[in-house]
């Protein structure tokens, strides 16, 4: 706060300096002694009035106790200059001490309202003035970008208010670790006043530490959403008063500065999710092309290798055994290329839902069949209830999902074993589980089984981690949901991949006559 206004309070507060109480004894005799000439020629009742109007100048100019005592000091020259007998306090007639009770009741209440009403207007032009300064640091706030210029800002506008440091501390937790190193600070930070400002939400000052070197006020920056850091105020050595006023106006700065750093986070975070849409679209569109490129010479390797076999006279068996492996290498990297563009597709959301009611009986057996040879080293035990109703699907996608979890289920077991499916239903939802004697999942990274390119405990030789983020999509195109689970919770072993549907009312088939 700046050192006239702390003067000004002081002065008509009551605390004035000696020289103003010199003053209004001097500004007392020297007003007497100009209305003495006049003594005969002016009544008495107005030589009271120009004594009144005198401690009404002296209370506007000097505050409230050197009124007080020109009120006294008028009372005593008026009696012993202009009241007979002169020169002396007896009185005649007794009808001058009601004048002088009169005349030094005026006084006092003149003086007192006046100093009153002159204390009001000062403190109103402070006000102003904060205000005014309120509104020019909003303002620079509003254009700042970074927390570094907020920060600037605050510590100068600080000490152009109080001649105070400052430390503004925005975090995310609801503490201020003791170990927390600020080397930027000129002064000492108490963590745990700052914890209790941060986690209480209110202004914390201790008196303890009021001396220079120290934070002693810790101001919660409340925003709308949360409290976003504290600001630590170090007062000067030479003004350690603060009053609740002063209180006031750092909290309404602080208000100002947490809605700014919650400006910046929502900015910052808006960008963040800008850029990975960005990046998602990006990677999307590389897969796309990537997928629509690698196809036609994968077709054209699968159809050659078909052909060697339609060769006359009939190739030797050590070349139809390459044709066969190249087929089968061809083939296989083809679903890896129809996974990339699939995944493409649904993540910038090109496939429309074609939903219809099917049975889970019909797209199990067609997911059997589309996988053929894959299977052959396995015995798929299907174990289905017989009354489990429609669900309302996208047969084709649902049917890769079954496929991509029948593949899997054979990839990671072990060899002629077999894989269970079962399908039940739990109140309204209908359960189709794939299992088998894999090596199962690492409990500490199932969550991420489910992104793509996540392999889990797969070798990753085997593919490209796309099956399951894909199957993970389409569930959750369909209102439905993908679980991964091990057989024992204790120890990973046998896989279980859980779908989760949700059942609907199948419209009414009216039979035909």
């Given amino acids: 706060m700046n050192d006239s206004v702390f003067q000004t309070e002081s002065n008509l507060e009551g605390g004035g300096h000696w020289r103003h109480y010199l003053a209004t004894a001097l500004i007392c005799c020297a007003s007497a002694a100009i209305m003495t000439p006049f003594i005969g020629h002016l009544d008495l009742a107005n030589i009271v009035m120009i004594f009144l109007l005198v401690v009404v100048l002296i209370s506007l100019q000097l505050g409230r106790s050197c009124a007080v005592l020109s009120a006294v000091l008028n009372v005593l020259l008026f009696d012993i200059l202009f009241v007979p007998p002169r020169f002396s306090l007896a009185v005649e007639d007794g009808q001058y001490l009601i004048t002088f009770a009169v005349m030094l009741t005026t006084a006092l209440i003149i003086g007192h309202l006046t100093a009153s009403l002159k204390k009001n207007e000062s403190l109103a032009l402070s006000r102003e003035k904060r205000t005014r300064d309120l509104y020019d640091l909003a303002s620079q706030l509003a ?65 303890a530490v009021d001396k220079s070197g120290w934070a002693s006020i810790y101001i919660p920056l409340k925003a709308s959403m949360r409290n976003r850091g504290v600001l630590a105020v170090s007062l000067p050595a030479h003004s350690q008063h603060i009053s609740k006023e002063d209180i006031a106006f750092m909290d309404a700065m602080s208000a100002l500065i947490a809605v700014t750093v919650e400006r910046l986070h929502y900015v910052e975070v808006a960008k963040d999710a800008e850029l990975d849409v960005a990046q998602e679209r990006l990677r999307g569109s590389i897969l796309s092309a990537l997928s629509h490129d690698l196809r036609t ?178 569930m959750e195109s369909h209102g439905g949901k993908i679980q991964a689970l091990n057989l024992d919770a204790d120890q990973p072993s046998g896989a279980v991949i859980r779908l989760t549907f949700q059942s609907g009312t199948p419209p009414v088939m009216e039979l035909q006559e």
Wanted: aromatic share 6%; proline share 4%.
């Fill in 143 to 207: 254009g700042a970008l970074q927390v570094t210029q907020v920060q600037a800002l605050t510590q100068t506008f600080m000490a152009q208010q109080f001649g105070a440091q400052c430390l503004m501390i925005v975090t995310h937790d609801d503490f201020i670790s003791p170990e927390a190193q600020f080397p930027d600070t000129r002064f000492y930070i108490e963590p745990h006043m700052a914890t209790a400002a941060l986690h209480g939400g209110k202004t914390v000052h201790s008196s």
């Fill in 297 to 474: 010479p994968l077709t054209v390797m699968i159809g050659l290798a078909d052909s060697i076999h339609l060769i006359k006279p009939q190739a030797s068996q050590a070349t139809l055994d390459i044709a066969h492996e190249i087929h089968g290498q061809a083939k296989r990297l083809a679903n890896h290329v129809s996974n990339l563009l699939d995944l493409a597709r649904l993540n910038e959301g090109e496939i429309k839902l074609r939903k219809e009611w099917h049975s889970v009986q019909e797209i199990m057996g067609a997911s059997i069949q589309y996988l053929g040879s894959a299977l052959l080293d396995h015995k798929v035990d299907i174990q289905l209830s017989q009354d489990l109703p429609l669900i309302h699907i996208d047969a084709v996608l649902i049917e890769r999902v079954f496929s991509n979890l029948l593949e899997n289920a054979a990839k990671f077991s072990t060899k002629n074993s077999s894989i269970l499916v079962r399908g039940y239903v739990n109140g309204d939802e209908l359960m189709v589980e794939f299992q088998n004697d894999g090596p199962g999942f690492d409990p500490l990274r199932v969550d991420s089984l489910f992104l793509p390119f996540s392999r889990g405990n797969a070798n990753p030789s085997q593919g490209f981690g796309l099956g399951l983020s894909i199957c993970k999509i389409v």
